[in-house]
């Protein structure tokens, strides 16, 4: 454990020493400039927020610590020259404790972008190349199907050019963050910024055992903080008839990223790390919204929905192996659905629902169906090698060659590819990781 006496800048030096890597190899590899990082370490600035978090990544260190010493730096820097600077700070330490909320409209507040969340096999990463390359390849920005939406993060990245954007995903969760983000109908944030203020005051030693933290306290949440999140679910339902769609839409997203950040996970809920876990305050904060016309948005399997779409272009990013979705983020969709089902085993998973051919035997008959049944004028297929990994529950269920052959029996294909730091528990090695883009113009 590093000294917490220290700058921010000497903790970077200190990890990246312990790591023995040269500065140039970190620049090179987080696209953080040379200059700028070696500014930072030596205390010349200070590094961004997002600078922080790429960080942590690119070191695999723990980004709650890093983020702790950047906002310690900053109060330092606005103090420390400051004759009553000590008795401001301690004064601002009492209004945090006591929720005084500075900025009461939702424009000022800091809130979570669409991409601020946990999600296996999102393409955060990836999203500029895959749409540059659409961009060059294909023609037409009337409509553009997103149809194994997951995050939206593409869909977002497609709304810049295209009329429409189908969003569709077969999780409640997704469904619903796609409605908060995107559906443009109208919504009070001052109502939404009143209760959210009203949830950042609750005291958690003065909130009732409830079903959310009976089942997932001290286990995927530390205990108070899961009495938190069932009770806030809770109210939200009992406001149900005092919020539109919208806005129960906003609460519920803004409840999911709020808490994926305290998930005492790896980033699934398959299993919860069995270690005491850190006690970190629930501070509830909203989604930035972002509404568009021509979102569509639907919760259906992509099989059956394409039968009655058309469009330019699909972009189609199924899940590749046996791990299925529901039970990733069963802890959402239990939230989100709110039905309080009975769970069963170590993970508390309720009864399997929402379970995708795609991962299973069925996949390459399902992405045949679905790749023919899809009235487009392009097909954008993500496709990534895992499946040279030896742990089973990895190993895609379709193979490259079958996919190359089913998309050749469709149109013609152009195959693009990138190296890419891949999503991996641990078990796995994917240093020849590989991400590709299969770009089909269909047949007439
Ligand atoms: C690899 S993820 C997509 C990631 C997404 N491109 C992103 O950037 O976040 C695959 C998604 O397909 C969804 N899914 C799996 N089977 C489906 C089906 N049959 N119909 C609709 N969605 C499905 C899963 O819930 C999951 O969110």
Redesign the pocket.
Known sequence: MLDTLISIGDTLKEIRETQGLHLQEVADKTAINYTVLSRIETGKRLPTKPQVQNLATFYNYSEQELIKHLISDKILYEVQSEDFGLEGFHLAEQKIKYGLALFNDYENLEKFDLQSRR??????KLTDWIMEIIHKETEGNETFI?????????AREAMKTYKKVVL????FS?NIAYRAFFDNSKWDSKKIVDIVNEYNTLNPQKIKENYFSKNFGGKFYEKEVSKLIGHIREDIESRKNELNKKEYAILLTSLIYTIDRLANTVGHFDAYIKKPIVKRPLNFRLIQTEDFAGAKIYR????QLVKRLKGDIAYI???YNSRQ??RFYHIYENLVKWEKPKLHGVALKPEPENM???CTVKAKD?FKDLVGNLDVKYLAV?YNNTYKSKSKSSKNKIEYEEIVDILNGVGKTKIFEQSHQYFNAGKTEFNDHKEFLFLTKKYD
């Open positions: 999600y296996i096999g999102n393409k955060a997103d149809i194994f939406s997951g995050t939206a993060i593409v569709n995903d077969i999780l997704n259906e399997d992509s099989n990013d199924p899940p979705y529901s995708s051919k795609y399902a993500s």
